[in-house]
């Protein structure tokens, strides 16, 4: 025991919650993969689809803003096998998670790109690029430095998101820290551990948003 706290308590369950933690960054990093690429080509489908195509997916971007995270979780959990789709809680986490991400993805790229001035993209169609070369090839990469700030910030919310996963019984970090909580009676040494492993995760996310940007600048 040392100033108050039980150092040897939390050293004793240290190992589990860097299990636990290890679950949470590997459904971190599939959200956040999943997001991007989903996101990205849903944004273009936004920007250079058709209007039934533009309504669908903006009904999809409100419906994923507008409802809670928890809800949606829930919803994905129990509607998924209804479909024939049947996942474990894992890949359930990460597909109610790349639900929610792909919603704000959509938005912010879709907003940085049309943030362009209409100069470049009627250059590029002059000559002879097609809308979506136009797209990918010229305003995408230079949208990149105002997507990623926006972008990340959302998607660490998303991470943080991922504390929900534990009513669908994912054993991700906050799960395991209940737990922990409810067998040993013990709540700031855990709140702790807890606190600090979520910092060194979305700080992750973070330092890795920061170093691409400085790349895009150069």
């Keep these: 025991m040392t100033g108050g706290l039980d150092t040897e308590f939390m050293l004793d369950i240290l190992p589990k919650l ?4 290890w679950i949470t960054i590997q459904i971190s990093v599939l959200t956040v993969i999943l997001s991007c690429v989903f996101g990205g080509l849903l944004s273009a489908w936004r920007i250079l689809g058709g209007r039934v195509v533009r309504a669908v997916i903006y009904g999809f971007v409100e419906f994923t803003r507008g409802v809670p995270p928890l809800v949606q979780i829930a919803l994905i959990y129990f509607a998924l096998p209804r479909f024939g789709v049947v996942l474990n809680e894992f890949w359930t986490g990460v597909a109610a998670l790349t639900f929610i991400g792909v919603g704000y993805t959509i938005e912010i790229v879709r907003s940085q790109v049309e943030s362009l001035g209409r100069g470049q993209r009627d250059a590029s169609l002059a000559l002879g690029l097609s809308p979506w070369q136009t797209l990918f090839l010229v305003l ?9 700030p926006p972008l990340t910030n959302e998607l660490v919310n998303v991470i943080k998101a991922s504390a929900l996963l534990s009513v669908i019984s994912v054993n991700e970090l906050t799960k395991v820290a209940n737990e922990l909580i409810y067998i040993h009676f013990v709540v700031i040494e855990v709140l702790i551990e807890l606190t600090v492993l979520y910092l060194v995760v979305v700080g992750s996310l973070m330092w890795l948003s920061r170093w691409l940007e400085r790349r895009t600048a150069e």
């Design 18 to 21: 860097l299990r636990a933690t």
């Design 140 to 148: 995408m990469p230079q949208a990149l430095r105002r997507i990623l």
